[in-house]
């Protein structure tokens, strides 16, 4: 039994998001890249692609088990998260090597 790991990197910029979202939202798992950048956009830039996937991720996760979406910390060394995130219980894994 494999898994198909989607990477939100290989849609092409200005293409429609909603398609790949709404793959995201159906796998078993997400795994969210949050680097310091990523929470700017998601706290300030609704209208962003960021701004867009914080919207489908969010109402995904309020469905969704505890255990769906994981966070990995990047480039981002106080672990912070967007404000949405911080009421989830999402396992957080810190990925900021020096």
Known sequence: MGSIVKVDEKV?????????????VEADHALLNVDESYIELANNLSDSGVGIETKWIKS???RKLRTWLSVLFVENPKCLLPEWLLKCESKGF????S
């Open 12 to 24: 092409d910029y200005g293409s429609n998001l909603n398609g790949f979202m709404r793959e995201i």
């Open 94 to 97: 810190n990925f900021n090597f």
């Open 60 to 62: 995904a996760s309020a």
